[in-house]
């Protein structure tokens, strides 16, 4: 069903050799039946299955049967509620875990499959996924999110050396699963229209082999995003395969860029929140689909709007970053530390380094009011795919204020190093200007 062939390393045109941490991927009707050949791949003989009150029942017992059915054991662990991304549910992994196994079978997605690979990571063992819903885009990163000493931190593990996206079991997520998938991709019209300004602003790496992977996979998504609720198996694939192709185009560029940007900074400064303040959050690509409407919506805005070289001068040389750094602290609590020792060594309110990247803008300013043209739908599209699968699309819809979100997106800028809309923004003096 699926049209996608792995490529574990290629020299690109680029100039950089692209290399997967995903060693295979199995999308399609019935692939879970191939579990036993890919375990053999891997010389397993004691299989550690892990899952929790959910995915055991809908996939787990199955999978634990192919594994005993082809004479090998299976020793399982099933949470009793659906873990959260914390010290104590990894702590609980890896207590129940059985260090007599030599492979590793997680069943499920999102924090399981990161528990997973912290397990995969600390025993040198073979990980292996059996996917239980197309729900975001980190089943094939080399990292996990977890909470850590009360922060949200992604950790450096390692990806699943398999991933097994079988259909019969991806349709059977839960709606709201499903439409996080599908928001978790349409993030990628964001992040590819800003890694393209990036590149033109600031001069970092670009791919355009790379950025035209995740064009091709978010095309097909939207094409077969219709039948995604009524859970076709063209569909689920579709989505389960461009969050894959997500996943293994971060690892072939080396960064995040082609699959994320502002829309999911603004995801994760919900998060933040949450964690610090015990305010709503909700699925990271549920989060990502309203951040991706708030962002074209942005957009449109910026792209018609003409720099004004005094104004953003202006504007950069009144700014307070020691007021700005204590509205940080307020809105999004501990984690400020980390944006504002990041800005220490970024400097990117630096006048100086402000003064080059304006000139940049103003001298190619038609070409990145081309790219945004050329990358983002209007956000009426947007609106229309989300109100298609019955996404929310408004912060109020998920239990967080509307007028937070202005602050929202202002903090974006600190979130990560890089190049975003809400820093082009403040950059031509206009961060304050733009309505959600």
């Known amino acids: 069903m699926s049209d996608f062939v792995l490529r574990p390393s290629f020299t690109c045109t680029c100039g950089h050799t692209h290399t997967a941490t995903v060693e295979d ?26 899952s929790d009150h959910n995915t055991d029942r809908v996939a787990g017992e199955r999978v634990c049967a192919l594994i005993r059915d082809a004479g090998l054991t299976a020793v399982s662990f099933a949470f009793r509620e659906s873990p959260k991304p914390s010290e104590e549910y990894v702590g609980s992994a890896v207590e129940h875990y059985d260090y007599g196994c030599n492979a590793i079978v997680t069943v499920g997605s999102g924090v399981l499959c990161d528990i997973g ?19 975001c885009d980190a089943y094939a990163a080399a990292t996990s999110s977890m909470e850590r000493d009360g922060l949200k931190a992604s950790l450096t593990t390692r990806a699943p050396h398999v991933l097994i996206g079988d259909t019969e079991i991806l349709k059977t997520a839960p709606d709201r699963m499903l439409q996080a998938g599908l928001g978790d991709m349409l993030a990628k019209y964001v992040s590819i229209c800003e890694w393209r300004i990036g590149h033109i602003i600031t001069g970092e790496y670009y791919c355009p082999v790379i950025a035209d992977m995740i064009r091709k996979a978010l095309s097909k998504c939207v094409a077969h995003g ?33 699959a994320s940007g502002a829309e999911h900074y603004i995801s994760h400064v919900w998060d933040m929140r949450a964690l610090q303040f015990g305010t709503p959050a909700d699925l990271h690509g549920i989060q990502c689909g309203i951040g991706t409407l708030l962002c074209a919506r942005a957009y449109e805005q910026v792209k018609a ?19 700005w750094k204590r509205q940080l602290r307020s809105f999004v609590g501990g984690g400020a530390e980390a944006m504002i020792a990041m800005e220490a060594k970024e400097r990117k309110y630096d006048p100086t380094l402000h003064k080059e990247r304006l000139e940049r803008i103003i001298d190619r300013w038609d070409e990145i009011c081309k790219v945004i043209g050329e990358e983002l739908p209007s956000a009426a ?25 202005p602050m929202t997106f202002r903090c974006t800028k600190d979130i990560r190093d890089k190049y975003v809309l809400s820093r082009l923004c403040w950059d031509l003096g206009v961060l304050e200007e733009i309505r959600f």
């Open 25 to 50: 991927v199995l999308i399609g009707k019935g692939v879970v039946s191939r579990l036993p050949e890919v375990l053999a791949r891997y010389g397993a003989r004691r299989v550690f299955v892990l």
């Open 117 to 135: 690979k912290i397990l995969s990571a600390l025993t040198g063992h073979p990980h292996i996924v059996v996917a239980t819903a197309p729900s």
């Open 226 to 258: 219709a039948g995604l609720m009524r859970r076709e198996d063209e569909a689920v694939a579709a989505v389960f395969e461009g969050l894959v192709i997500g996943g293994v185009a971060m690892a072939y560029a080396g960064v995040s860029r082609p």
């Open 305 to 323: 709007m003409k720099p004004d070289r005094e104004k953003a001068l202006a504007y950069a040389a009144a700014f307070d970053y020691e007021d």
């Open 381 to 405: 599209e947007i609106e229309a795919i989300l109100d298609a699968v019955g996404a929310p699309k408004r912060a109020e819809s998920i239990g967080i204020d509307s007028a937070l979100v």
